[in-house]
């Protein structure tokens, strides 16, 4: 099955600095890879999703990076503000004929310094 | 649009007990949900894959006699946690896609259900 693993497990940020939460996966048959932000206690809210047709995708201050050769992803938060504190989860499926499963990483705990 | 909601969103429940949370897809309908489990501080790990009219699909390590699972309609699953012990005190949390929208479309989590068995 699909492992992902995901560094740091902790970051802390400048307000106003760039944040970069990296992701690898191991099943070259992933094709989607979706960015979940979980606040404490809280439902995680995909903030961003990227298929393997592209190799980037922004939305605002918030921008994903694929490369499939090295099977690995990243999530780019720029000028970051207080409330990006929060636990970010990558996930990684293959297709399945819309069965998929999402296999999540270990989480980033972001803190995001005044 | 797309919302899931669970109930409850908090359970304390003696050992020995049963305790059943649910899951409804309130503006959408889901053939497939799924089934989280996160410790604290921790990521969530897939328990199982719940199917509208058949059996639940679990994962390797589930014990799927503990962790019933019932999808009866298009809009909700239920998971009951047999005979609770301590150590299945967790947060529990659904997840739904939309029906027909396709491979690989967004899920869409409920609220969570944070159970204590005492």
């Known amino acids: 099955g699909e492992n992902v693993e995901q560094h740091p497990s902790t970051l802390s940020v400048q307000e106003g600095d760039s944040a970069v939460i990296k992701c690898t996966y191991s099943?070259?048959?992933?094709?989607?890879f979706p960015w979940y932000k979980q606040e404490l206690g809280k439902r995680p809210q995909l903030i961003i999703d990227i298929r393997s047709n592209v190799g980037e995708k922004k939305d605002q201050r918030i921008a994903v990076t694929l490369n499939k050769t090295a099977k690995h992803f990243s999530l780019h938060i720029t000028e970051t503000q207080p409330e990006d504190s929060a636990v970010y989860f990558c996930a990684a499926s293959p297709p399945n004929f819309g069965n998929e499963k999402l296999t999540f990483g270990t989480g980033t705990r972001l803190t995001i310094i005044p | 649009g797309a919302v899931v909601s669970q109930h409850p969103s908090w359970v304390i429940c003696k050992s020995g007990t049963s305790v059943k949370i649910e899951c409804r897809s309130l503006d959408f309908q889901a053939t497939t949900m799924f089934w989280y489990r996160q410790f604290p501080k921790q990521s969530l790990m897939l328990m199982a894959t719940?199917?509208?009219?058949?059996?639940?699909?679990?994962e390797q390590g589930v014990e799927k006699d503990k962790f019933l699972i019932n999808h009866a309609s298009l809009t909700l699953s239920t998971l009951t946690v047999t005979s609770a012990h301590p150590e299945d005190s967790s947060f529990y949390i659904c997840s739904a896609r939309v029906s027909g929208t396709g491979y690989n479309s967004p899920l869409h989590f409920g609220n969570g259900t944070r159970l204590t068995v005492t």
């Open positions: 099943d070259s048959a992933s094709n989607y």
């Open positions: 719940s199917n509208e009219g058949s059996k639940a699909t679990y």
